[in-house]
């Protein structure tokens, strides 16, 4: 399989230094685009791949292209490829807020476009993403793409609408957590501890708490209550947490990126 990314800022480097961490492909496999000459030669330099400045260049022989520039730009840089698209090339659109009905009017009709919400986590192969295929594309061509996408992570189908929500919970929430990791450090810093242990153990902990949400399968409420003895240390900064409304603003945090989304 070869694949093309027209577009290769924060995402797209997390994507194929995912996929070549795994051995998925090879880096001649893998062409991209940038804007500038610039960022297109430190693409070059960081993952070793193909890289250019003539978006062309990069879906011409992709069985996958993926699109991944910002959203406000996804529209001159369709215009610019549309006439080298075949019908069998699968397009892999990572943009926010842009859906399945706009992509399908950008390309024209009977493209295969598979729109899906990844995250920067797929650098280290813990990504996720939402994925949501248009009716071009067939059974055989969304497992190949799954297969691809679960290189660098999981990946599930969603529903388009859902797709937007994927893209506040675990698009954009890794941003909040690496606040909570530096909130914490910042917490122990200020009691002593090193700097760089500090990240070290607050990273560590949250890994391991995402772990297991993820394997045990219980309730978060319940994990939480386990760790908050009766008396204890731990129900004192929960008090805290609680005081401060952690809840509402994560929650309303999720909520405000889902309505950005929708304005996209
Ligand atoms: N950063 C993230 O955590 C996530 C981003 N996304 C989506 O991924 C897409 C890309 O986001 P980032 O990688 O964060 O942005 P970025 O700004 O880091 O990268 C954008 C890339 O597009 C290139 N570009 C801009 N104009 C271009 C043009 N005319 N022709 C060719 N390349 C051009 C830039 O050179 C750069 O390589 C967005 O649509 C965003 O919604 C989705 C999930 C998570
Ligand atoms: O902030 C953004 O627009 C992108 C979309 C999801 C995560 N980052």
């Known amino acids: 399989m070869k694949i093309g990314f027209v577009g290769c800022g924060n995402m797209a480097t997390a994507i194929i230094g995912g996929i070549l961490e795994k051995g998925i492909l090879k880096k001649e496999d893998i062409k991209a685009s940038t804007k500038t000459e610039n960022s297109a030669k430190k693409v070059q330099e960081t993952l070793g791949i193909e890289c250019t400045t003539d978006n062309k260049k990069a879906v011409q022989d992709a069985d996958v292209i993926f699109l991944a520039v910002k959203p406000q730009f996804c529209e001159e840089v369709i215009q610019e490829i549309k006439s080298e698209i075949k019908s069998e090339q699968v397009i892999i659109s990572i943009a926010a807020g842009k859906k399945l009905e706009w992509l399908e009017a950008q390309f024209g009709a009977g493209h295969k476009i598979i729109r899906t919400m990844p995250n920067t986590p797929a650098l280290v192969g813990e990504g996720i993403t939402g994925v949501c295929p248009n009716k071009e594309v067939t059974e055989r061509e969304l497992e190949d793409a799954l297969v691809l996408l679960r290189s660098f992570g999981r990946a599930d189908t969603v529903t388009e609408k859902i797709l937007d929500v994927v893209g506040a919970v675990s698009g954009s929430s890794p941003a909040f957590v690496f606040m909570f990791i ?50 204890g240390t731990t129900i004192e ?25 929708k304005q996209l």
Do not use: N
């Open 182 to 231: 530096e909130a914490m450090a910042d917490g122990a810093v200020a009691e002593g501890m090193p700097r760089k242990q500090a990240y070290e153990f607050a990273a560590q902990a949250v890994y391991g708490s995402a772990k297991m949400v993820l394997e045990t399968g219980m309730h978060p409420g319940e994990l939480k209550d386990m760790v908050c003895s009766p008396a």
């Open 237 to 261: 900064g929960v008090g805290v947490l609680e005081e401060r409304g952690m809840r509402s603003a994560v929650s309303e945090s999720i909520r405000a990126c889902v309505k950005k989304t």
